[in-house]
C-alpha cells in the first residue's frame, strides 16, 4: 500500500455513518490517531443517534473503529491543553458539555448499541465503549483510565465504571491507570464479552442480518470465545484482588503507597513506584471521586460530578497542562508536578475539589443536554 498524505486524511470523513439492513453503523474513522475523539466526530456520532432514534428502519447499532489499533486512544488532550493556555474557556466547556451528554447518551439509548472494544480503547473510548447495552472485548483489547498520568481525573462516566468494580479494584485502576486485558475488563465490568478477533468481521455481517438484528445479545453471546481460551479466571486483577484490597482501603493516596511498601508481593512495591510518578494532586482527587461516585444515584451525576473536577484542575490547578506537555507535547515523559510528592499536597484536596461548583452547569433544562 501507498503511504498516506495529509489530504488523503483530511478528505476522508472522521465518522463512517451507515446503515445496513436494520442494523446502524458507526465507525470512527481516525485509525492514524487510533481514532482519538475529537468535537467533530463527538457531533457526528451524536447526529446518527438522534437521527436513528426514531427510525423504525434501524432497530440496533454497531460502533467500532477503523484500523487494526484500537476502538479509540482517548480524546484529544493536546487541544485541552491549548484552549486552556490560550484561555479559551469557552471551548473547554464545549467539548466536555458535547462529550458527557454523549456519553449519557448511548447508556440511555433506547436501541441496543453493541460496541468492539478492539484493542486500545481509553480515557474518551471508555466514554464510547463502557456505557453501551453490549461490550464486546478481544484478545488485543487494552482497556484503562490514564488520566492521573496527565494530572487528570478519570472521566466520561469513568468514576462510575471504577466505583461499580469488585473490592478496590476501582480505587487500583483509577490511580494507577493500568491497563486492563480482556478478562480483567470483564471481571472489572467494564465489557459484557470476549469474542475472538478472528471472529468479528462474521460478528459485523451477522449483526447485519434480520436474525441477529433482532436479538444481538443472543447473537453475541454465540461467538463469545469457548471456555478454555479466554475467561474472567484469566484475569490478573481477579488474583491480585487480596493485596489491592488491603493496600488501596487506606484513606489517603499516601497512605496507600504506604501500605503498598508494606506488602511483600513485589507487584504492590512496583505500584508504589508508579503512584509516586503520578500528579499527587490528581491522585488524591481521583480518590475522593471514585469514593464519592459510590454514593450517586446514575450516570449522569457521576458525569456531572467529573465535569466539576475536570474544570476545577484545568482552571486552578497547574499539574493538567504540565501533564499534558510531559506525555504528549515535548514527550520527555519528566513532569514537573506541583506539588512534587503527596506528602506535601494539602489535605483535604479532595473534598475541597469536589465542593466546587462549576459556574456553567453540565446538564441545562432539568437533567438534559
Known amino acids: 500500500m501507498g503511504r498516506v498524505s495529509p489530504s488523503d486524511i483530511a478528505a476522508e470523513p472522521v465518522v463512517l455513518v451507515r446503515t445496513v439492513h436494520r442494523l446502524g453503523r458507526l465507525t470512527l474513522n481516525r485509525p492514524h490517531a487510533i481514532n ?56 473547554v466547556v464545549a467539548f466536555f458539555r458535547a462529550e458527557y451528554a454523549l456519553n449519557a447518551r448511548i447508556a440511555e439509548y433506547p436501541k441496543p448499541i453493541v460496541v468492539l472494544a478492539d484493542g486500545v480503547t481509553m480515557g474518551g473510548g471508555i466514554g464510547l ?70 471472529r468479528l468481521d462474521a460478528l459485523r455481517d451477522a449483526l447485519s442480518s434480520p436474525e441477529g438484528v433482532r436479538d444481538p445479545a443472543a447473537l453475541v453471546r454465540s461467538m463469545r470465545v469457548h471456555p478454555g481460551e479466554i475467561s474472567i479466571e484469566a484475569s490478573a486483577l481477579a488474583r491480585a484482588r487480596g493485596w489491592i484490597a488491603d493496600a488501596f482501603a487506606a484513606e489517603t493516596a499516601a497512605a496507600i503507597v504506604a501500605r503498598l511498601r508494606a506488602r511483600p508481593e513485589p507487584e504492590a ?28 444515584p446514575d450516570l449522569r451525576a457521576a458525569l456531572a460530578q467529573e465535569y466539576g473536577l475536570v474544570l476545577w484542575l484545568a482552571r486552578t490547578q497547574p499539574d493538567l497542562v504540565e501533564g499534558i506537555r510531559a506525555q504528549l507535547v515535548d514527550k520527555d515523559r519528566s513532569p514537573r508536578w506541583q506539588p512534587p510528592t503527596l506528602a506535601e499536597v494539602e489535605s483535604g484536596i479532595g473534598a475541597r475539589a469536589l465542593a466546587w461548583t462549576p459556574p456553567e452547569a453540565l446538564w441545562r433544562r432539568g437533567g438534559t443536554r
Request: charged residues 25%; proline residues 3%.
Open 36 to 91: 482519538a475523539l475529537d468535537l467533530p466526530m463527538i457531533s457526528l456520532l451524536s447526529e446518527a443517534l438522534d437521527a436513528w432514534e426514531h427510525d423504525d428502519d434501524v432497530v440496533c447499532v454497531l460502533l467500532d473503529g477503523a484500523g487494526e489499533r484500537g476502538l479509540c486512544a482517548g480524546g484529544d488532550v493536546r487541544a485541552l491543553r491549548e484552549h486552556i493556555l490560550s484561555g479559551r474557556d469557552g471551548d
Open 129 to 198: 465503549a463502557g456505557h453501551a447495552a453490549i461490550r464486546v472485548v478481544t484478545e488485543r483489547s487494552r482497556l484503562a483510565m490514564p488520566e492521573t498520568r496527565i494530572g487528570l481525573t478519570p472521566d466520561v462516566g469513568g468514576s462510575w465504571l471504577l466505583a461499580r468494580a469488585p473490592g478496590r479494584i476501582g480505587e487500583y485502576l483509577a490511580l494507577t491507570g493500568s491497563t486492563m486485558d480482556a478478562a480483567d475488563a470483564v471481571y472489572a465490568g467494564f465489557a459484557d464479552h470476549i469474542v475472538g478477533v478472528d
Open 269 to 296: 512495591s512496583a505500584v508504589a513506584d508508579t503512584l509516586e510518578e503520578l500528579s499527587p494532586t490528581s491522585l488524591e482527587v481521583t480518590l475522593a471521586a471514585v469514593r464519592a461516585a459510590r454514593g450517586l
